[in-house]
């Protein structure tokens, strides 16, 4: 069988490299010239992408360890502490590492997938290339995906296959600062709750008095240039990047065709994080694969994500929606309890916190003042 797999983020070399271990043979192509590039993402991933893999990974892209976060919105704050809770990794360094032992053929955008039979043809920048099965792990841009919804949906376009599917898009901008001698860059995560900004904005201590900074909004530089005005935060940028992600849920198989990784919105819906999900859903693929049940893909993928996705995208809506009010006290709530999130909270599944919260009497009475009726807009 010739598996091709478009993409080789971590998604796709994971892929890989689990099929590698199977017995499967994969070719990987790649539209970038190289590996690990650009860098699109904030670098930041929970303790158990490197210690919850069927396949160990290398250690060696890790900077720096973080050991919880604290919380500002406007003048007051609150501290969440959680030993080894993440890494600071060094995203291309990550990628390169996922890809170690792979022939992946880079340079080679994908431009169209023809159907022949039941198989298909990849047309590439360089040669077409032909694959019994195809898995996208080309990120949010995915034209693998595309490939699936004009099919599926005779032809449709894909605006409509997004509304359809409930996905949308989000843009994401950060900065990587050399603080200025005098600055002393933070000793944790730091996390900026404001009005307007559907996300938040993060400073991320990476280590060497440099920090990431970055955010997740309508107008991403505007807000990063306003947040660093209003906090003087002084120093070099020296490097910039962006990129975008999709949250929502999507069919992920369809003839012979396997979606995977950001290509599948398999990104936690209040962070923006994708790595975890990611690789943990490469090894339900890989599996499936294995077992020659890639009908039974969505399904598994359903039962290990499913009800996860599906709170998160509810309070992904909510958040999105509350008022300056609503959200202050939604704030003063998770600073009066911040003993409890320290114990109960999980880095990769958020809603752990809510369902623990609904166990306690006093801190459930609390929840439904503040949210109201829109309770059951998150629990229903």
């Known amino acids: 069988m010739e598996i091709v797999i478009v993409g080789a983020g971590p998604a796709g070399c994971y892929t890989a490299q689990l099929l590698k271990n199977y017995g499967f043979k994969t070719r990987i192509i790649e539209e970038h010239r190289e590996v690990g590039k650009p860098v699109r993402c904030a670098g930041l991933v929970g303790r158990q992408v490197f210690e919850n893999t069927l396949l160990p990974l290398s250690e060696t892209s890790i900077i720096n360890q973080i050991n919880g976060a604290l919380f500002f919105y406007r003048d007051d704050n609150f501290q969440i502490k959680r030993e080894g809770v993440a890494y600071v990794i060094d995203r291309e360094k990550f990628d390169k590492n996922l890809s170690q032992g792979l022939e992946i053929e880079c340079g080679k955008k994908l431009i169209e ?44 376009d894909e605006k409509k296959d997004r509304k359809r599917e409930r996905v949308k898009l989000y843009v994401g901008v950060q900065y990587r600062m050399k603080l200025d001698k005098e600055l002393t860059p933070p000793s944790i995560t730091q996390v900026h709750l404001r009005e307007g900004i559907p996300f938040f904005i993060w400073i ?156 306690n009497p006093k801190i459930f009475i609390e929840v439904g003042k503040i949210l109201g009726r829109n309770i059951g807009k998150i629990l229903f």
Request: glycine share 8%; charged share 30%; hydrophobic share 40%.
């Open 113 to 156: 997938i023809k159907k022949e039979g039941s198989s298909y043809i990849l047309k590439t920048t360089l040669e077409d290339i032909y694959a019994d099965l195809v898995i996208g792990a080309d990120g949010p841009s995915s034209q693998v995906r595309k490939f699936i919804n004009v099919n599926k949906n005779n032809g449709k």
């Open 204 to 359: 991320i201590p990476e280590g060497d008095n440099i920090i990431r900074l970055g955010v997740i909004s309508k107008n991403c530089r505007k807000d990063l240039e306003q947040f660093i005005e209003d906090f003087r935060i002084k120093g070099e940028i020296i490097e910039k990047l962006s990129g975008i992600f999709l949250v929502g849920l999507t069919q992920n198989f369809y003839q012979n065709i396997a979606l995977v990784g950001d290509a599948a919105c398999q990104v936690k819906p209040l962070t923006g994080g994708g790595i975890y999900y990611g690789l943990k859903s490469a090894e339900l693929l890989a599996e499936c694969i294995r077992d020659n049940r890639l009908d039974e893909y969505d399904k598994r993928l359903k039962r290990k994500f499913g009800k996860e996705i599906k709170f998160a995208l509810k309070a992904r809506k909510f958040y999105e929606e509350i008022n300056e009010k609503e959200l202050k006290n939604i704030f003063m709530l998770f600073k009066k309890n911040a003993g409890f999130i320290e114990k109960v909270a999980n880095f990769e599944n958020h809603s752990v916190i809510f369902k623990e919260a609904l166990k």
